[in-house]
């Protein structure tokens, strides 16, 4: 009940690929495509993914939206496959599907039978390359996405609140848009927009297959070589690094209010290191950090303002660092009815300010370190997990060997390196504090 | 779920994915063969499915008759409050000790509270599974529900109840549940009003303990690595001292009542939220699994279903829509919803309404049941793959009372479903005349009553 959902890194700068996480397997097709499988002979079953290493941050100024509108139109039609009939022929082969798109990758996948796994592998290369669009398509799935956009967005103060306050982190960085696009520019995007992005950035040397379930390496290796190792690469599909952030020297506040708010909520996000930008080798410890100031019940943040003070109904962080740019360290809290949200923002700044003077303890340490080397083994529980874990981190720069080797970087994090850690990342001239209240803040 | 939450934070997806939804739970590996019952020294029942290959534990437990519909009027809301407090402080250790306990051994316990059930999961290394049973039987046995966590969880409760009186999903779902059911037990929300939250005393807490939590409502699955002789010792753990019965609630069968047509709420949004339903089929009707295969092909299969295709596919009327069948203890519901622009509300409604009235009249051609089956058949063993997934199971194979040789026998049984099931189910279900609905908005040319 009082138990919050924590963020889980799973990044170290080094490691050595012994006995890993997921023991995956991994290769390289001679066009460039990167291969991995990860056995779990559970079940006859599997989970086929393509993923590509680009998304939001990746569309051109003025077409926000378009990594995640093209991906809707990935389901429309090939020269081999009729318009709509994608999903259809999964299904109707026992299997399920879907996409998602994030800041940094575009992801489509399949759940099927271990001995459908060919049939899937061939749809997904066909589309790889072979999309045919035509101008209904565009303006009918251009109103899903509006509605979808609606539906997670614009339907609660919260979503658009949640998206000024991301837009507001970054001063030129692309992280700073919307996955799904703003409006005005979603009702823009034209069939043209979505070719070009499909045609500039879909090809196999931009691309990783994962596969999870009932299969090896060996089993997979002629299949992936016969169906994606026929498709040539495209030397022209480099993804550009993405703009520089540049330095943050101004603390930021965002406030807004609204009547369809029932209660006060208090959160600041600062930029953090992630595996692909700043300290790589501070990603582990942040871990412990967001572990021991807002990981639950026996964490600092809800003990203090929650449980001791009373001040608060819920207390917390989160730390995202899986990204190509900046990664973010987030704290939350929903002041209790009878108090004010400056007595939460000065409780939470004094727990910071402490951890930074006085360190943390063996224990705390110690109990971090449990539960993230416990996520490990709980993750191996489900087959898709450990497929996007890896899609996730290779897409954001991360090797199959330091992702195996994750539980060893854990081991070896200590209490210093959690205070550095702490030290580097709370300067509040790199965060945004939002207040999203009922009524007129101060 | 730390993992998973990690890495879809930010993401968009094609689909909603609807979770928990529906009843009708799938059953990946376990087959027929593999399922053990095992009994403990004191009696306490479980059925088990060994996994070796990861060094965990996974346990699902149901106790029955002791959800929402367990609460007293002034009190709704009270086995709701309870679960949240049972891995708060028991026996010896107050509420920080008990979670840190926990912590300390990463074991994963926690309870909820839904309409007909109480519920409590446990995941644990298997290193430390005797350590993890025990504390689950003295969550269970020896709650403590001092002053200071059952004043914190209570707050916490109340602000979930004013947040969720102005989220437009939460606001239809309330309304719908009041609307069909009036003042019985299923008519009131799981987690109560900010009255009656307010009115729940340690007393009642304890009450609902000793009178709820007993071994005769009982249900358990395990999958895990675990042989059967050590899971008896950590059975008894668990659950050897936990009252033999409960008290009877003496509620009978219910239905939804008169009410029906569409309620519309105004709520300051661009977008209208709808909750449409019928009185559908309990899990024991001879017509449950032919229901089950005509909603999947209305509303049930995704990207398949006929719904989807009318009114996103052709019309791009909404991001998701979808219908489920959702058997209750004491009835049956056929439940849907959508969320489209509010301009177009009216259109997405009618195009909702005369898909489901085609569909009622003509019902499938042999093409689309067969796809359909296909799906159903080859997705059932998909839709389990964890061993967590799995003890749910093992408790859905007891409650609804299927057989261990149920996994075996499912797919005959949705292979048996004619055309002419389908129809008929159909005609039973889907009474257009009849069906409830709730739309939370402004939408556009649309009234209650209509």
New interface residues.
Partial sequence: ???L??????IMPTGRAAAGLFNAESFTLDNGMEVVVIP??????VVHMVWYRLGAADEPVGRSGVA?FL??LL?KGTDKIAP?DF??IV?????????????DYTAYFQ???RD?LELVMGMEADRMVNLRLDENDV??????????R???T???PAGQFGEQVRAALFLQHPYGRP??GWQEEIEKLSLEDAMAFYRRYYAPNNAILIVA?DVTAADLKPLADKYYGSIPANPDTAVEALPQEPPHRAARRVLNSDP????TSWQRQYLADSVGWGESARTAPLDFLSEILGG???SRLY?AL??DQ?IA??AGAWY?G?SRGPGNFGLYA?P??DSDVQAVEAAIDAALADIIANGVTEAEL??AR??L???A???????S?GA??FG?ALTAGVTVGQVESWPDRVREVTAEDVVEAARAVFRIERSVTAILSPEETS | MSFLWAILRGNTFRAALVAGLTMSIGQARAQSGDIIEVVSDRGVVAWLKQEPSIPMIAVSAIWRQAGSVSDPSALAGRANMVSGLLDEGSGDLDSQGFQQRLDDLAVRLSFDAGRDSFSMSLQTLTANASEAFRLAGQALTAPRFDAEPVERIRRQILTGIARSAQDPNAIAGRLFSALAYGDDPYGRPVEGTLESVAAIGPDDLRDFVAQRLARNSLIIGVVGDVSPDALKGLLDAAFGDLPEWSVPLGLGDVSMGAARGLTVTDYPTSQTSFLFGLPGLKRDDPDYDAARVMNHMLGGGGFTSLLTEEVREKRGLTYGIFSYMRPQDRDGLWLGGLSTSNDRAAEAWEVLRQTIRDYAETGPDAQRLADAKANMNGAFPLRLTSNEGIAGLLVALQRYDLGKDYVARRPELINAVTIADVKRVALRILDLDGMLAVAVGQPVGLTTGQ
């Fill in positions: 009940m009082a138990a959902l924590l963020p889980l890194l799973l779990d002979h559970r079940a006859p079953v995640h991906e809707h389901f709509g999903s259809k299904a109707a082969n026992g299997g399920r599907d879907n996409a998602f798109t994030s800041l759940v099927i039978a459908r303006v009918t799935e251009r109103d899903v996405v509006l509605e979808e609606r539906q997670r614009d339907s609660t996955v799904i379930g369809r708010v029932a209660v639950g019940g026996t003990r929650v449980v009373g109904v819920s995202s899986v929903t209790a009815p110690e109990r449990t539960g080397l416990a996520d083994i709980y993750a191996r529980d489900s087959l997990t996007r874990i996730n």
